[in-house]
């Protein structure tokens, strides 16, 4: 089955303290993506990947940072330097880099900052 | 930039049609995709518009006007499992997501 995994599904991290957030997919996907989700709110952009060892800043990257060492990985790391990084983050991929390409999204992982 | 305008919440009856309004102003538009969401679930697609007109598909269908700047998705027969929230996204540079319209369905 192709698809999108994100793990873990719910993530606890103390104030300080970087975290990383899974996301593999094997639908051979060239571009991938990061989302955040406030309550109640729509998707904003975190980073973008078109292809393997690239990867751009979207709207909202300060406190965050990726990799992109495999086409199927694109692993997020949310920093200290997030200032409210208590969240739901959805990552997604597409065959290619914008344009009409249907995003394909992972279940999510909540992440909360005690 | 792109804004993206949706209704916060909507409420309807079981059985009964909604509509649910996105109006937009992009300086490049290349498509417009709706997508819906279960509460703390993904995304999921469901239609996508990139030439003016409508587009059906089963119970639900999605138009585009793009000299207005507005789409709108219609929902029949609603079920108690249409419950969700609906984001109009725009395609420009990058996919630009609404802040969703949540929909409660009521028996």
């Excluded at chain 1, 606890?12 to 593999?24: A, D, H, I, M, Y």
């Excluded at chain 2, 996105?22 to 679930?41: K, P, V």
């Excluded at chain 2, 109009?88 to 969703?100: P, S």
């Amino acid at each position: 089955d192709g698809g999108i995994t994100q793990s873990p599904k719910y993530l606890f991290r103390k104030e300080g303290q970087n975290v990383t957030l899974s996301c593999e997919q094997n639908l051979n996907h060239d571009a991938m993506y990061w989302y955040r989700q406030d309550p109640g709110q729509g998707l904003r952009l975190i980073y973008y990947s078109q292809i393997v060892n690239d990867f751009q800043k979207g709207d909202i990257a300060e406190g965050y940072s990726v990799s992109r060492e495999k086409k199927e990985s694109f692993p997020l790391t949310v920093t200290s330097a997030q200032k409210n990084p208590t969240a739901f983050y959805l990552c997604a991929s597409s065959p290619h880099l914008g344009g009409g390409d249907t995003q394909y999204f992972g279940p999510g992982t909540r992440l909360t900052v005690l | 930039g792109q804004n993206i305008d949706q209704p916060t919440e909507m409420t309807a009856t079981e059985g009964a049609i909604v509509q649910i309004n996105c109006t937009y102003q992009t300086s490049g538009f290349n498509g417009l995709f709706w997508y819906q969401q279960h509460a703390g679930e993904a995304p999921t697609f469901l239609s996508y518009n990139v030439l003016d007109g409508l587009e059906e598909k089963g119970r639900f269908s999605s138009f585009l006007s793009r000299s207005k700047g507005y789409s709108y998705l219609l929902l029949k027969e609603l079920q108690m499992k249409d419950s969700a929230s609906y984001l109009c996204a725009v395609v420009g540079n990058m996919l630009t997501f609404g802040g969703g319209t949540r929909l409660m369905v009521k028996p």
